[in-house]
């Protein structure tokens, strides 16, 4: 790399949505010039491996707009705030989206998922030791709880059934930390 450093020195908000912020960055290269840089900001997410006393995984499946289809995915979402720790927002997602309360809840991992353009980090949480209850669904969301086997969910996976990345990342993790 040059000498020098990157360095934001200007930031244009384009849009402020529900879930993410559109921006344009100046940015001042190592060498000088300036460039432009689209950025989307986000305030972050959490998703959950949830393992049932089975040993099954449950996934959701929900449809997806920029996709215009379903997909195949661990209970997730963003975080209310930027502040809100994302253990909190695991929890709530988890129960959220399939029903159920982990009595177990810990961190497996982080995964940045398009550092290129977007601050987006989601950690990734181990749910186990499972208590059922009710689905609390946002107004605009209908999802199917699914259960697999984890040598089902791996082979999902290699097969392209399962393409979302932080449940790639989630599922390949739990089976590393099994192995």
């Known amino acids: 790399m040059a000498e020098g450093k990157y360095e934001r020195i200007d930031r244009k908000i384009v849009r402020t949505g529900r879930v993410i912020t559109d921006c344009i ?4 290269l190592p060498d000088g010039r300036q460039a432009p840089w689209d950025c ?14 089975t040993g099954k995984l449950l ?14 995915e661990l209970p997730s979402g963003s975080r209310l705030t930027a502040e809100e720790p994302t253990e909190v927002t ?12 982990a009595g177990s809840l810990r ?14 980090r989601i950690d990734i949480y181990l749910a ?7 689905q609390h669904l946002d107004p605009d969301e209908e999802l199917l709880v699914e259960r697999v086997t984890p040598e089902r969910a791996r ?16 599922i390949l993790a739990y089976l590393e930390m099994k192995r």
Request: proline fraction near 4%; charge should be negative.
């Open 40 to 53: 989307i900001v986000t305030k972050g997410a959490a998703a959950v491996v949830a393992v049932e006393e």
């Open 25 to 28: 960055d100046t940015v001042s």
């Open 107 to 120: 961190k497996l991992l982080s995964v940045r998922t398009t550092p290129a353009f977007s601050n987006e």
């Open 155 to 170: 082979e999902m996976i290699f097969d392209g059934s399962i393409q979302d990345g932080k449940t790639i990342a989630g």
């Open 128 to 134: 186990e030791q499972l208590v059922p209850g009710a």
């Open 59 to 72: 996934l959701v499946r929900q449809w997806r707009d920029p996709e215009e289809e379903e997909t195949l």
């Open 90 to 101: 695991a929890a709530r997602e988890l129960r959220e989206e399939t029903g159920y309360r």
